[in-house]
């Protein structure tokens, strides 16, 4: 008995010294309101300086033509317009908690969140001086018109309930919870040397290197889908998500430039280069730029004053819904910009300098920093002219030729349907007309979607059972976007790029005068469609060449993972070390958890895996990265599985797939089969809608397949003539009268 005595002494002193501590964190300072001021003014000088520093220095390096790649991903990524004003809401908030935090005292540094030492009281001052509170305002929906009838840019008040459901500027949701170094914010991997399930997280560039690397000369091209499949996907990417990066490239603490330090401070997190780099060669002391992604407003360790979340969390600055949003923007101020309102014919703009065989082109863009007139010089192109990057609902559009022939496709298509729509109701004004046939064009793409590309990826028997039948809306469904839909699971198509963009001419032959190129050399070149004999030869080349095709030894070329961006001598990006340390930079959770959250087995050990991926050779090497099938990163162990029957994915994305369209689909007000969104027989028309014939009236194309998606030869695709036309008619006013 005797050592009972000391043990309960010992308990009781232990005790006593967690009471104190407690009482310690439990106290919360009466913060003045001159404090929460200083601390806000310092926070927003120092975030605008920031800011502007990091504009001003992209701009610089794009006027020079001295532009990085980490530039152009920096660019392409910027929070623009309503969504810069978010993202810069929340660097306010977060700096002047931290500031504040620090000046504290040492007894606090072991606190967790901000409430922990702040009162929720002097937390809302907080957002409310940084301008926090005003972008997690519900939106009114009584004073928005016809509300019923069109779709907002923003996405607001789609859902009456919900008023933010699927809305532009909002976090991504989480099916799962977060797992972030510190609980909070810290991503995964942020100290290389901390143990993670007992195993060390290998380097993202080393099993890019090891386990994804195929060269170009050794892909296997798909034997029954087309390169339009591949594009489509991005194209439907560009219409459902945009991740911000922060839009600074240097650290706010300690002002590290984010491009050519290897240290990781916030917002940096760069990708070290292992030794024996196959690109970098023995012992670079070099990394990869990475910018992490932006915080929401309330989130990170100041949640407690909105919904309680205190995590971090990204922002979509896009709809979830299908809208055809990346041909019309998703905050108003773009999409007004992109809109021809020099007559009242409800037209967007067209470029004004060039045409394409007598059709429209996209208009340039307005922005000073232009980083695709670079692209010229290094292409000695001698006939090629200096010209702008284009401009469109997404920023995206110029990232290769083939996504802004696309672009060019369905701004022209826009631009047809609001003069026939006008021929047939002339006494309608320039703002019905552009809504009208903006309604259409994004019923077009949900029932192209849902009708002709989710079936060939998720394969026919789970889109039959998850994704054929529409239930009707569900107001309680949050449309909004998942976190590991963005950032992993709809990078699926990442993989079935091929190293080229094809050029074929009129017999779907080359053409000797603009042949195929090199994917690297067509990224950010807007001139190539100007000058070389417009978007017709690259759409041919989607028709006809095939995608390529995911195998488990041959997942992604060097085009993608040593030449992306490529412009210069500068360091080239590696797509498949950013898809990693992006799900990593979210804190999204390792590969058995989603496993598990879709139902399916969750392998622990060699002989599991072996069966998840029916490949004992990558088992063994996953496990020899990992350790464990916990840590793999939830992008690569989805990429690994093989095909669900007749799909393009493995079972664990076609899951996450139909589940987000799926919610995209049900819970969208206007979808374009929920009663009173269309008439009848507009819904009949709509269900007949071919991307086929988009091609043929809006291109100098004349033959093309009947099944978009389907690997075929020429010699089978069907006269223009052929196809029949869409039918508008259901849209002329006295159309029922008539009938």
Known sequence: MKWVLPLIAAGLYLGYLYLGLQSHVDEKPNLTRDVIEKAVMKAKAIVDSAYEYSRKECIKRVKKNAAKPSDILLLMKQPVGRTRTAVRAADYMNNAVNFIRASLGKHHKCSINATDIISEEDLQVISDLSGCTGERRLPSCKTIPNLDRFRTITGVCNNRKNTLYGSANIPLTRWLLPEYQDKISLPRGWDPERRVK???LPLVREVSNQIIRTANDDIENDPHFNFLLTIFAQWIDHDLTLTPHSPVIRSYGNSIDCETSCDRTEPCFPIPIPSNDPRFGRNSDECIPFFRSAPACGSDNTGHVFDGITVRQQMNALTAFIDASQVYGSVDVKARSLRDLTS?????KV???YNDNGREFLPFSPMDAN???TRVAITNISNAKEVPCFFAGDERVDENIALTSLH???LREHNRLAHALARLNPHWDGERLYQEARKIMGAYFQVIIFRDFLP???GPEIFATKLATYPGYDENVDASISNVFATAAFRFAHLMIQPFIFRLNEQYNEDPNFPTILLHRAFFTPWRAIFEDGVDPVLRGLLVRQA??????QMMHDELRDRLFEFTSETALDLASLNIQRGRDHGIPGYRKWRKFCGLSQPSNFKQLKKVLNNGHLARRLLDFYGTPTNIDVWLGGMAEPFVPGGRVGPLFACIITTQFQMIRDGDRLWWENPGVFTEDQRNSLKETSLARLICDNTGITKVPLDPFK?????????????????????????????
Not at 344 to 348: A, F, N, T, V
Not at 548 to 553: R, V, Y
Not at 715 to 739: G, H, K, M, Q
Request: aromatic residues 10%; negative net charge; charged residues 35%.
């Open 711 to 739: 690997h075929s030869d020429p010699s089978t695709f069907t006269d223009c003539n052929r196809i029949p036309a869409f039918d508008l008619s259901p849209w002329e006013e006295d159309y029922r009268r008539r009938r």
């Open 198 to 200: 007992g195993e060390l």
């Open 351 to 353: 470029n004004d300098k």
């Open 344 to 348: 009242d014919k409800g037209l967007l």
């Open 456 to 458: 060939p990826i998720v």
């Open 408 to 410: 060019t496709l369905f």
């Open 548 to 553: 390529k095709l995911n195998t488990q030894d």
């Open 371 to 373: 980083m695709c007139a």
